[in-house]
């Protein structure tokens, strides 16, 4: 029995053996190929991915005037920039200082803390702990490798008490405690640099060992102090590349960054949380939804609540994140708090009874004390013990706040190293000095790299001229209005050839004129592609693309015209006293070219940021107030009240593209300006006879003449009603209302107010009211094709882009009777010498119309103050449209000024 059962082990042994030998082959032949047949396949893989691509920022293109003359050119300039968290988690001499904290502190030198000081000290003192460190590197790592791994402690607790007189507020180590024990392990790592002790995993199994420090970290004390010199050298190099003259400024550049940085933690911490609680007070209840379950529960846990609900976190913080946000603390709040500041103006208020509490103060100055503190009497003691009082619960509530918004917070860590800001270190340094940055492999570990800058220099910054015409781009380059925006992203279309008038360019073989995705100023980035050789080392290689720059553009607009036009409609808007400002249009009659576009008030090119971002909080904030009324979180007259506010916030902060806007966006109901067209269509349809007449009891008997030339709403009122809507509307679109303009006026805007017109009242339409709203570009655009007797043209506003001329763009031919016309221009030239004067609107050929829109709503008295027209009658060159914004004042008002700027145009006058 026994030799069967030993033949069928043997069997089965020898297939086992042979099912061994098949996947051993197998294994050496996969070896063989992966070694010798695949080799090359492989090391092309690895030698790809040590391939990285550095971005080359394109030129940005510069915008010119008619003439050439610059309104807007680059600055070309590199910056250095540190992301600061980057710096102090990676640098080696950090890691040596927090490792010997935690493990030798015996070793630091006496007063190593922080201290309590501003922030030039701060970085003074944190600039000398730096240089501390590194002249006792040698010993502190000497000692630290023949340290026993099983002796040291990563505890929280402990090392919390080790690294105590590196944190917060000393703006150095800025972490939670439990990411202790990780920083200690990632500074081990930071010292190890090796392929042996290479990550976190393998660090923790070989600290479990118990070898050496050194053994554990597989390095020695030499490679580690030469790995510190050679980050230190690094840095000192280019501090002596930027700042020859004085290399230590940059050292105190460093370190205050960082010490900003550590600020700006605290103040994006505030923020978000900030942002959290005016949802919760809108009702959306929508509490720290960026943060995760363990930090709110942490942050619930240090404000002492048994629930980590968002409803109770937000009332429990949200008496320390009230102060000055959202318009949540009453403004007169914090005012009755300032005049008492102003009034005490450091004279001691003691807090004891009787007369000395006041001691020098005046009898109205007592009195308004009382009233502000709410002290309903004169008596000294009570006043000054009030004083007291507010002073005491003004530092506990400070403290408590610091307390509770402390970005080290364990809630807070998320929220710490959100959106990582470069900050700027040198600016204006070489090509030169940036590339040995770019390819410098330690300092770009360390958190250092280069920005190429898109700065700006404007003509006339100081003033606003150019800033307020084609807007402006903030620090880092990027555009925040006006033309600026529109041609850094977009204008494409602006590069083609297309429509009527074209030279007939072709494209060049390389395709310049194609810019690609990104816009005509912006252009298109290249690549510089770079390969990280073994030794750290970079090598270019050839497949680098280069850039694609931007493309020059040449406005319409004459810069000399622009900025004496902005002076006439400043002088408009100040006789007027224009609560709303001013603007000018001026249209060429034979190319379309717009030669201004003039608005007061300017805003000066240091103050258009400041202006843009005040702008756009205040239009996120009416947008969430907005949605918290849809959602039915706050009252009908709660969300009036409080958007009537920001809608007035709105209008004083909206400046900083007005001479762009007034062109384009800036819309406002025109008045009686667009009644000689309405004549002129009324006519043609039969609506009226030639001479018909209509009685109007304001102004007596009327044909269309002199309807025109007193202005009478009951004529063009009866028009309208006989015509209807649709026919009226039809008509003035034909000229030119609600007609989209490359570049200026969208299409969709243009065709959404066009629907919203033949919804509207015909006699609103008529008379320029109701919901009829346009800019004074659209105007002087009407105005141009009735003094071309319907000979449509668009407007433009680019002449030209590099060499590339843009077409004269011509429309349809509108019907106009040349005797009817005549009429109407008559006509036109009696109400130019009504308004202007006869002389003058003689001299110059003025043809016009007064327009003066009635505003409605919270600014019902006020008026929109138009004139618009053409010049000169007999041959006319130009059209143009003024208007005055909420003022008392009629639309003849604006008469004198409209003729200043045609005398200006036409080379008449200054």
Not at 652 to 668: I, K, N, P, V, Y
């Amino acid at each position: 029995m026994a030799r069967p059962v030993l033949i069928l082990a043997e069997r089965r042994l020898g297939r086992l053996s042979l099912f061994f030998m098949i996947a051993l082959v197998v294994m050496i032949g996969r070896l063989v190929q992966l070694q010798f047949v695949e080799a090359s396949h492989y090391e092309g893989l690895v030698a790809q991915a040590r391939v990285f691509a550095e971005p080359i920022a394109a030129h940005r293109g510069a915008i010119l005037d008619r003439q050439g003359r610059m309104l807007a050119e680059r600055v070309e300039r590199y910056q250095i920039t540190v992301l600061p968290t980057a710096f102090r988690e990676a640098n080696r001499i950090d890691a040596l200082q927090d490792l010997v904290a935690a493990f030798l502190p015996e070793l630091l030198p006496a007063g190593f803390a922080a201290p309590e000081i501003g922030l030039a000290r701060q970085a003074e003192a944190r600039e000398a702990r730096f240089r501390a460190v590194y002249a006792l590197r040698e010993e502190a790592v000497q000692r630290l490798l023949a340290l026993r791994a099983r002796d040291l402690r990563l505890d929280r607790d402990h090392l919390m008490a080790r690294l105590e007189r590196l944190r917060y507020p000393a703006g150095e180590l800025i972490l939670p405690p439990s990411k202790l024990p990780a920083r200690i392990e990632t500074a081990l790592l930071l010292l190890a640099d090796n392929e042996v002790c290479g990550s976190l995993r393998s660090l923790r199994l070989r600290l479990a060992g118990g070898q050496s420090l050194g053994e554990v970290l597989a390095t020695t004390p030499e490679r580690v102090i030469a790995g510190i010199e050679r980050e230190f050298l690094d840095l000192n190099r280019l501090a002596h590349d930027v700042l020859p003259e004085d290399p230590r400024s940059f050292w105190a550049k460093l370190f205050s960054q960082e010490l900003r940085n550590v600020a700006r933690m605290e103040r994006g911490v505030r923020r978000d949380l900030d942002d959290q609680i005016l949802k919760v007070e809108l009702g959306s209840h929508d509490l720290a939804r960026g943060l995760a379950t363990a930090e709110r529960a942490a942050l619930a846990a240090e404000l002492g609540l048994e629930t980590r609900s968002r409803a109770a976190l937000a009332a429990r913080l949200l008496p320390y994140l009230k102060e000055g946000r959202g318009g949540l603390l009453p403004a007169e709040e914090r005012e009755r708090f300032e005049l008492v500041d102003e009034i005490i103006d450091g004279r001691p208020l003691a807090e004891e009874a009787g007369a000395k509490a006041l001691a020098g103060f005046e009898d109205y100055e007592i009195r308004s004390l009382a009233g502000i503190l709410e002290v309903w009497d004169d008596d000294p003691g009570r006043i000054g013990r009030a004083y007291a009082e507010r002073v005491r619960g003004a530092a506990d509530f400070a403290l408590r706040k610091a307390d509770y918004l402390s970005p080290e917070k364990e809630w807070a860590r998320i929220v710490q190293h959100r959106d990582g800001v470069p900050y700027e270190l040198f600016d204006g340094c070489s090509f030169e000095v940036a590339n040995r940055v770019w390819e410098s492999f330690g300092l770009r570990e360390i958190g250092l790299g280069v920005r190429a800058s898109e700065g700006r220099r404007y003509w006339e910054d100081e003033r606003g001229v150019a800033t307020t015409l084609v807007g402006r781009c903030n620090r880092s380059g990027k555009p925040l209005g006006g033309l600026e925006l529109l041609l850094y992203q977009g204008g494409e279309s602006l590069l083609r050839d297309e429509g009527p008038g074209v030279a007939g360019e072709e494209d060049d073989e390389e395709g310049a004129v194609d810019q690609g995705p990104g816009g005509v100023l912006r252009g298109k980035s290249g690549k510089l592609l770079r390969r990280r050789e073994l030794d750290r080392s970079y090598t270019t290689l050839e497949r680098s693309e280069p850039p694609r720059h931007g493309l020059d553009v040449r406005l319409t607009i004459d810069r000399d015209f622009q900025a004496k036009a902005e002076e006439i409609v400043a002088e408009l808007a100040a006789e007027l006293g224009a609560a709303g400002g001013a603007s000018a249009t001026v249209i060429d009659l034979e190319t379309g070219d717009i030669l201004l576009l003039a608005s007061a008030p300017r805003v000066r090119g240091i103050d258009y940021l400041d202006r843009y971002l005040a702008e756009d909080a205040t239009r996120r904030e009416r947008a969430a107030l907005g949605s918290a009324r849809r959602d039915g979180a706050i009252s009908r007259e709660d969300w009036r009240r409080r958007d009537a506010e920001l809608r007035d916030r709105l209008e004083e902060l909206s400046l900083h593209d007005r001479a762009f806007a007034a062109g384009t966006t800036s819309q406002s109901p025109p008045g009686s300006v667009l009644k000689p067209i309405a004549a002129i269509g009324m006519l043609q349809d039969g609506v009226f006879g030639v001479g018909e007449e209509i009685y109007d009891k304001h102004k007596g008997v009327v044909d269309v003449w002199r309807a025109i030339e007193v202005s009478s709403n009951a004529f063009f009122w009866e028009g309208a009603r006989r015509w209807g809507v649709g026919p009226l509307v039809d008509w003035y679109a034909r000229f030119g209302l609600c007609r989209p303009i490359p570049l200026l006026i969208d299409h969709e805007d243009a065709a959404a107010r066009l629907r919203s017109l033949r919804g509207d009242a015909a006699k609103n339409v008529v008379i320029g009211q109701g919901s009829m709203s346009l800019s004074t570009l659209e105007v002087a655009a009407m105005m141009a094709n009735l003094a071309r007797r319907g000979r449509v043209i668009e407007p433009r506003i680019v002449l030209a882009i590099d060499d590339r001329r843009q077409p004269v763009v011509t429309g349809e031919r509108i019907p106009v009777d040349e005797a009817i016309a005549e009429r109407v221009f008559d006509a036109m030239e009696k109400v130019a010498a009504k308004a202007i004067g006869g002389a003058e609107a003689a001299r110059l050929g003025i043809a016009g119309k007064t327009g003066t829109a009635e505003l409605g709503g919270r600014h019902d008295g006020l008026y929109n103050a138009w004139f618009a027209g053409f010049a000169p009658r007999e041959r006319p060159r130009i059209a143009f449209a003024v208007v005055a914004e909420r003022t008392h004042s009629m639309g003849k008002t604006s008469a004198p000024f409209a003729a200043r700027i045609v005398d200006l145009v036409l080379g008449g006058g200054s």
